[in-house]
């Protein structure tokens, strides 16, 4: 634990020996591709596969009509919708899933895609909630009985009437409208998958992108009828998940479904666009917040109000009970008496989504709002915002602190992480710099943004969190070998966050064995036990508590084999951490190590006890864990060309305690990246046809190298108090914190001029739009 310890998983992937789906190749194999929709709505008049069929190559044309003999024309979304596999009747958005060509090459496969003629009656899309949820909008979902609009459901948190009536009596209040635009995740790997039905042994294995094979098995069983058992899904290396590898795709469906008909192994792997265009988005969320305060900036309630943009399927990744993700803990950091919230979600003619894009489930959403409205808040007040955060903050002997809205955060220590940041940022001076640009009327205005955050990740507990039907809990699976070297297997699924490094630290600080002894497998359903996946920043709070108490087990059986070897009463032997070994009490100079006692184990084991050295942990959590940090970003705005330049980034987070502060690092600095990429340049938008107008990487702008500063990260330390080591998550909270801190020190650079919101993504053009409107212009 705190080690340093170099990612194992780095020689693969540096030496080009990673393993992907698509690096996955069988004897026989077909490929396949998917025919999909050039209209955002449309009803499906005729498909005609002949010419596609003539093609030389090509195998198979599949459309509905053939996946409905085997009764797989639909299949269940996470949020208990039903989406077409291959479209039945209407499209519902641009690039659905029309019809499937399967060939022996993907060349084949993809002339004969072009090949496949399909008519169309277009009918008129709707792309934006406001619009859908309109009388006169075009119905989207004709296929749910009854469905007479567009409107997707309502949700509502935390106590109206308390919450209005606070409203009523404040001295200050605040609004703002904002929105958090659609985003794409954009991992580098695209989706695919490898269905691989073997009739000899009537067995279905299928490779493919996941975050959580185990429950997609367990859908797949659901879906198919193939029994549990039957399925194996094995999710080799992922290149880069950030949510999107969650949902269940048509694609998926489709390979294991051609390669059970065909009975050869089928392949199938997206292109970019495809990816982009109708894989699961995020965000998208259209927000109102606002503040009661009393004058000299303590806040009073919060309340918020949000459209929802859920696209053609409600088919958000999250845990069932929340259909609004953790959108609930949108109090943030601060002891507010009352809040309430209140949201609607339509259906568009857009790809289905509303997946935790590197969050967890709309925190990124509730953190963007609380921390721009503090902003706002401190504008209005003519406060410093740093002194109306500290006025507000949970303190640190109010945890356990229950939330307005019913959450419980676990530890925290806000105001130091703050200070933190504010010195490591040289806060002050800074300030000083801004007021001397205004007085000199400098080409180039200077702002700084802080976000004070806090996170929840960690889900379950089981009682609140589930995902269709499963509740959430991890897994951990460790076997010590006769030789001392132990195998430790997960139910989670790392797509590059070091778990093959990070969770042999734990286990090697337990059992005080090499952590290069210890070998983590993960991502197989045939070997791994259960569990519910990577997500949410879930995967140390969960399965990383299941290690530790899995290699406790371990020890407990080798502290009665160490007595044995030692020659002395169990009562007698202590397990000394810092040296990793056994030893006589008050006799030091007695000890044995786990490995030494795992030959014991399996060859000289005390009588009455079973041989051999192994465990199983199922854990489930009685909290989610409370991650926080406080950011300080500084820029500079030219006043000639809008352009937002960083001068400084300060990322100061607290995770509890740190199993690989190098892991860590490197997850802040990633995390922040597409922290940028949110607020500066990233959306995925539609025109009024429902094309998608951001749907490849020319239109849909990552950070690169380019665009990132230099990032200065410090850390502070609170330990959660019921995680067995005292960990919590970190995947994401550089992506939940920092779009409000870019955002609020572009704000900041224009507030003196009357400037209280910009919105995401601030290209030049949108803040030069700022600049003028303020006067600011040059
Ligand atoms: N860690 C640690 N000490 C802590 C907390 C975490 O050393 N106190 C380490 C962990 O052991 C793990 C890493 O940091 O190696 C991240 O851990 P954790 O916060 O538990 O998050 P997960 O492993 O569950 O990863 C999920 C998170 C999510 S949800 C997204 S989205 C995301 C992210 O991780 N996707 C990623 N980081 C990513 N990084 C890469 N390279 N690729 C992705 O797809
Ligand atoms: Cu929140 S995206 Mo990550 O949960 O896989």
């Not at 498909?47 to 003539?54: E, L, P, Y």
């Not at 419980?408 to 806000?414: C, I, L």
């Not at 970003?633 to 100061?652: H, L, M, N, Q, S």
């Not at 502070?716 to 801190?741: D, L, M, N, Q, R």
């Amino acid at each position: 634990m705190g080690e340093e310890v170099s990612r194992k998983e780095d020689r693969r992937f540096i030496t080009g020996r990673g393993n992907y789906v698509d690096d996955v190749k069988k004897p026989g194999m077909l490929h396949c591709e998917l025919v999909r929709s050039p209209h955002a709505h449309a009803r499906i008049e005729e498909i005609d596969g002949s010419r596609a069929m003539a093609l030389d190559g090509v195998v198979a044309v599949l459309t509905a009509d053939d996946l409905l003999e085997y009764d797989l024309a639909t299949m269940p979304t996470l949020m208990d919708d039903t989406q077409d596999v291959l479209v039945n009747d209407k499209v519902k958005f641009q690039s659905q899933e029309v019809a499937a060509v399967i060939a022996e090459d993907r060349y084949a496969a993809k002339d004969g895609a072009e090949k496949v003629d399909v008519s169309y009656d277009v009918l008129e899309p709707v792309v934006d909630a406001e619009t859908a949820l309109e009388d006169d909008a075009p119905l989207i979902r004709d296929d749910i009985e009854g469905k007479e609009d567009n409107h997707c459901f309502d949700w509502e948190t935390g106590d109206e009437e308390a919450t209005d009536e606070a409203f009523e009596n404040a001295a200050v209040t605040v609004e703002e409208e904002m929105f958090y635009q659609r985003l794409h995740p954009a991992p580098i790997e695209t989706c695919g998958a490898v269905g691989d039905y073997d009739p000899g042994k009537d067995k279905l294995t299928v490779h493919m992108t996941s975050q959580a094979p185990h429950i997609h098995r367990t859908l797949f069983a659901q879906v198919s009828g193939i029994p549990e058992h039957k399925i194996r899904i094995v999710s080799p290396d992922v290149g880069g998940g950030f949510g999107n590898k969650v949902p269940i795709y048509p694609g998926y469906v489709v390979a294991a479904a051609a390669s059970y008909v065909l009975e050869r192994p089928v392949k199938w792997i997206e292109e970019r666009s495809e990816n982009i265009q109708s894989t699961g988005f995020a965000r998208d969320y259209d927000m109102n917040g606002e503040i009661a305060a009393t004058e000299d900036g303590e806040i009073r309630a919060i309340r918020v109000d949000v459209l929802a943009n859920h696209g053609a399927y409600n088919a958000a990744a999250q845990p069932s009970k929340f259909p609004a993700g953790f959108f609930n803990i949108f109090t943030g950091s601060y002891d507010v008496e009352t809040a309430y919230g209140s949201l609607s979600a339509a259906y568009t003619n857009t790809a289905p989504g509303g997946i935790a894009y590197r969050c967890s489930f709309r925190v990124t959403e509730a953190v963007y709002l609380v921390e721009r409205m503090v902003k706002v808040l401190a504008d209005e007040l003519g406060m410093d915002p740093a002194d109306v955060r500290r006025r507000n903050f949970i303190q640190p002997d109010q945890f356990p602190y229950e939330s307005p809205t019913g959450w419980n955060y676990d530890s925290g220590d806000y105001e130091t992480a703050l200070d933190e940041a504010l010195e490591m940022a040289d806060y002050e001076a800074y300030r000083d710099e801004q007021q001397r640009r205004i007085d000199e009327d400098a080409d180039k205005l200077l702002g700084i943004g802080i976000s004070s955050f806090t996170e929840v990740v960690g889900a379950g507990p089981g009682k609140s969190c589930d995902i269709a039907g499963v509740e959430m809990f991890d897994s951990a699976d460790i076997r010590v070998h006769p030789t001392g070297k132990a195998t430790l297997r997960v139910g989670v699924q790392t797509q590059g966050q070091g778990h093959e490094t990070t969770f042999a630290q734990i286990v090697a600080e337990e059992l005080g064995i090499d952590v290069d002894d210890v070998v983590v497998e993960h991502g197989d359903t045939d070997t791994d036990p259960y569990g519910l996946g990577t997500y949410g920043s879930r995967s140390t709070p969960v399965a990383g508590a299941a290690t530790a108490i899995a290699a406790r087990k371990i020890r407990d059986k080798a502290k009665s084999i160490a007595a044995n070897e030692l020659e002395a009463a169990e009562e007698d032997v202590e397990w000394d951490r810092e040296s990793g070994e056994f030893h006589v009490a008050g006799a030091p100079e007695r000890s044995v190590t786990v490995t030494e006692i795992a030959a014991g184990a399996y060859m000289n084991h005390p009588g009455g006890e079973e041989p051999g050295l192994e465990a199983v942990n199922y854990y489930d959590p009685p909290e989610m864990t409370y991650p926080f940090g406080s950011y300080v970003v500084i820029v500079e705005v030219d006043r000639e060309t809008g352009e937002v330049e960083f001068e400084k980034f300060v990322a100061v987070d607290d995770c509890g305690n740190r199993i690989n502060p190098m892991i860590i690092e490197g997850q802040i600095h990633g995390g922040l990246a597409q922290g940028i990429g949110t607020a500066m340049m990233e959306q995925i938008t539609f025109d009024d046809n429902g094309n998608v107008t951001g749907g490849d990487f020319m239109n849909y702008l990552l950070p690169t190298a380019m665009e990132i500063p230099e990032f200065e990260t410090g850390h502070t330390v609170t330990p959660s108090p019921h995680h067995p080591i005292g960990a919590k998550g970190v995947g994401e909270s550089p992506t939940v914190g920092s779009p409000p801190a870019i955002v609020n020190a572009v704000v900041d650079a224009m507030a003196h001029a009357g400037v209280s919101h910009v919105e995401m993504p601030m290209t030049p053009d949108v803040v030069w739009k700022h600049l003028e409107e303020a006067g600011l212009e040059r």
